[in-house]
């Protein structure tokens, strides 16, 4: 453990001073609901584009990329390559579909389709998917600060939050974009200067670098089997193409950036560019973790210190050198992958760069945050207060519940952040989570827009056929031993692609059913 030179803490303490100062700057023109949520549609394409791309490139890709990477090889590259194939539905359906409705909020026409129950069920489906990404998000920046700075997790995550809570009450959707926009350059240039430190630091360079991630089959993309158990490369490709369907199509995060553009073309221009910047990005960060693989195999003793660490956490206080040996024994580089470029940070990079790729870091976790909390804020004002409880709210007293709402998001992400401690990697966890949350609600909304004839009881009952399946995936468990042959085995990314095809088939066929009887 290292504490921070005052150089890097003062770079770091400016950027957050920073990042505050803008959601203040914002916040003179922000004096409406509608410019907290969709800026008055103002924003250029160029800018919402890299908003969006900041938001997808979260602290988990900062971090458990590189973490994944290291202990295993480019398998989850798959999920970045099949991102084109998900903006290419959105463009040409979501994108228009959400500008002519007018609506700030992405599940107001569920009930206008189906009814209140599903406007309700995608709204919890949402922010659901929202604790679990801005928990797993402060989960892995605190775990980086705490290496580097030896401060609680708690406390780090605390300071944090604090930060981001002030810039997005104060400035609304302007103040996330604008921010963002400056977050994104921060984030990538950091991956940059990360993989120049890292290849200066290997005898021999970028060609060791290759030769050493050839021989250990760093490189594969996986398995070109159709077996469906494991994470396969067609694994990956349909959990990819899915969520970023849903990330596209179903998540409010984005569907208000499309509000923001001043118009569709711009907004289709915003999607477009957030893949083309997307992809080659976090190539780059797989290339982190395989340098760091490179590296650390030539220095087997350091490896041994990260291990001990690993070891130490996921035993009990006070446990005996003879436990802590053992436990080390068990332990793969997949289980302490996400420790690899913390501790890279904390014994080579020189005072001064620490505190930039901090910022980098700190970047990366709070555009997606932020964005978070204001989606969040926006739902439930929208979706549910003014729905169910208050709907003639004045705009004076909507722009208060917004900023209420997005105090306790923010606030109800760090708890989740703090739950999470412990997990074994950021990456694997969020795409599990995600998956499970998005099935229903993506497999609901395509049911609603391309089978015009479903009506609400088949639509509702689709549904619970298909929480039923995701339940049976999520939790084989549950499943007593003598039924045990009834278990799934298939991979847990296999989720969101069994969720919601069930919803959508299940849907369809009930439909056909009925007119065939009729």
């Known amino acids: 453990m290292k ?16 990042m505050v100062l803008v959601g203040f700057y914002f916040s003179r023109k922000n004096k409406s609901a509608e410019q907290f949520t969709m800026a008055s549609g103002l924003i250029p394409g160029w800018a919402i584009g890299l908003s969006i791309y900041a938001t997808f ?8 990329v590189p973490g994944k990477a290291y202990g295993g090889n480019w398998n989850a590259f798959v999920f970045s390559l099949s991102m084109p194939f998900a903006a290419w539905v959105a463009v040409k359906y979501f994108v228009p579909f959400y500008r002519n409705t007018g609506e700030v909020s992405a599940y107001t026409h569920f009930e206008k389709r189906f009814g209140p129950w599903a406007r309700t069920y995608a709204v919890i489906c949402f922010l659901l998917t929202q604790f679990a990404r801005m928990g797993s998000v402060f989960f892995g920046i605190a775990l980086s600060l705490q290496a580097l700075t030896g401060v ?10 604090i930060s981001i809570i002030l810039y997005t009450v104060s400035g609304g959707i302007k103040a996330v974009i604008w921010t963002e926009v400056v977050q994104g350059v921060i984030k990538t240039s950091g991956a940059v200067l990360i993989i120049y430190l890292i290849v200066t630091n290997i005898p ?16 594969s993309l996986g398995s070109l089997s159709l077996n469906f158990t494991e994470p396969t490369f067609w694994v990956v490709l349909f959990y990819g193409f899915f969520i970023n369907l849903n990330n596209f199509g179903m998540d409010q995060n984005y569907i208000q950036r499309y509000h923001a553009a001043k118009s569709t073309k711009q907004a289709a221009k915003s999607v477009w560019l957030c893949v083309c910047i997307y992809v080659p990005a976090s190539f780059l960060f797989f290339l982190i973790g395989t340098c760091l693989y490179a590296y650390y195999s030539q220095h087997p003793d350091l490896v041994l210190t990260i291990k001990q660490q690993a070891a130490v956490e996921r035993l009990p206080v006070g446990a005996t050198s003879r436990q802590i040996s053992t436990m080390m024994a068990k332990l793969t580089p997949a289980d302490y992958g996400d420790k690899i470029m913390p501790h890279f940070m904390v014994t080579k990079i020189p005072a001064g760069l620490v505190g930039v790729i901090v910022a980098a870091i700190l970047s990366a976790a709070m555009s997606t945050i932020s964005s978070g909390m204001n989606a969040s804020a926006t739902v439930f004002t929208v979706d549910i207060y003014k729905r169910y409880f208050k709907p003639l709210l004045n705009e004076k007293q909507t722009l208060r519940l917004l900023h209420i709402g997005t105090v306790v998001f923010g606030l109800a992400g760090m708890g989740a952040g703090i ?14 989570l995600s998956g499970i949350f998005a099935a229903g609600m993506l497999g609901l909304f395509l049911l ?33 031993d003598e039924y045990a042959s009834l278990r ?5 990314n296999m989720i969101i692609l069994a969720g919601t095809l069930t919803i959508f088939l299940t849907g369809v066929i009930l439909t056909k059913t009925r007119q065939l009887t009729v």
Not at 57 to 64: P, V
Request: glycine share 10%.
């Open 57 to 64: 490139l979260s602290s988990n890709t900062f971090l458990g």
């Open 419 to 432: 739950a999470m401690i412990g997990v074994k990697s950021i990456l694997d966890l969020w795409w599990q």
């Open 448 to 480: 609603g827009i391309i089978s015009r004839q479903t009506r609400n009881i088949e639509a509702m009952t689709a549904t619970l056929v298909g929480l039923l399946v995701v339940l049976w995936l999520t939790f084989p468990a549950i499943i007593p």
């Open 488 to 492: 799934s085995t298939l991979n847990t």
């Open 204 to 219: 021999g360079g970028v060609a060791r670098i290759m030769d050493i991630g050839k021989a250990d089959h760093k490189f």
């Open 3 to 18: 504490v921070l030179p005052v150089l890097d803490f003062t770079i770091i303490g400016i950027y957050l001073i920073g």
């Open 152 to 161: 609680s997790m708690k406390m780090i995550m605390l300071i944090m939050g």
